[in-house]
């Protein structure tokens, strides 16, 4: 059972560099989520997608885009890193809403440092 | 719009002692809570929620939670702690709606004292 997979598991980013972090879920859910961890912060959410084709802001946009060509594919695009995105990263799907209790499959994440 | 308040960082229990983690969340309307885990190296995984109907919810791993609305907390328990209980703990809320998102607190690191 993949469940949800990221790619790549570590990166290190040069100040300035772009990158794609890649998503893919196995479940065929509509929902799916970006969001960062910082030490103390908790999850803040980057991006969200409600069905293929269809992307929205979260918490924390600035500096990042998404596409959702597909249903089981979510990249996140850094196009300027900046050290400010130095973070781990996550990405989440659901079959239903998380406002209708919607249970969230998280992937390993992506630990990313821009230097 | 919603929040989620988690005192502390971190919380040390011994093996076989009672684990209690504590929440408080503010919503305008009824909430949606939930308890997630994060096992170290690894991304969340629910243990909990609670939507509507009884309000003692029962977990994964022996772990419960209680939806007290005049107190607006979602306290997470369990009886007896076990080595590999010891974990990130996220408590998090949504606003009842399909297009609705989470909101997560800041996370209770858990250690267990053999």
């Known amino acids: 059972n993949a469940g949800v997979t990221q790619t790549p598991k570590f990166r290190i980013l040069k100040i300035g560099q772009s990158m794609t972090l890649q998503c893919t879920q196995d479940?065929?859910?509509?929902?799916m989520y970006w969001y960062r961890q910082d030490p103390g912060m908790g999850l803040k959410l980057i991006y969200y997608?409600?069905?293929?084709?269809?992307?929205d802001k979260g918490e924390v946009p600035n500096g990042y885009n998404v596409s959702r060509s597909t249903t089981e594919d979510f990249p996140l695009r850094l196009e300027l890193a900046a050290p400010s995105q130095t973070s781990v990263y996550f990405c989440?799907?659901?079959?239903?809403?998380?406002?209708?209790?919607?249970?969230?499959?998280f992937g390993q994440g992506t630990r990313l440092t821009v230097v | 719009a919603q929040s989620v308040t988690q005192l502390g960082s971190h919380v040390s229990v011994s093996e076989g002692a009672l684990v209690l983690l504590r929440c408080n969340y503010s919503?305008?309307?009824?909430?949606?809570l939930f308890w997630y885990v994060q096992y170290p190296n690894q991304g969340l995984q629910l243990l909990l929620k609670?939507?509507?109907?009884?309000?003692l919810v029962k977990g994964i791993n022996g772990f419960e939670a209680e939806f007290k609305k005049s107190e607006t907390s979602f306290h997470l328990t369990k009886p007896s702690a076990h080595m590999s209980d010891a974990a990130e703990y996220f408590c998090?809320?949504?606003?009842?709606?399909?297009?609705?998102?989470?909101?997560f607190g800041k996370g209770i690191t858990l250690s267990v004292r053999p």
């Open positions: 989440a799907s659901s079959n239903l809403g998380q406002g209708v209790g919607g249970k969230a499959f």
């Open positions: 479940m065929n859910h509509n929902y």
């Open positions: 997608s409600v069905g293929a084709g269809i992307t």
């Open positions: 919503s305008s309307v009824p909430p949606y």
């Open positions: 609670y939507t509507t109907g009884a309000t």
């Open positions: 998090a809320v949504s606003d009842p709606g399909a297009n609705s998102k989470l909101t």
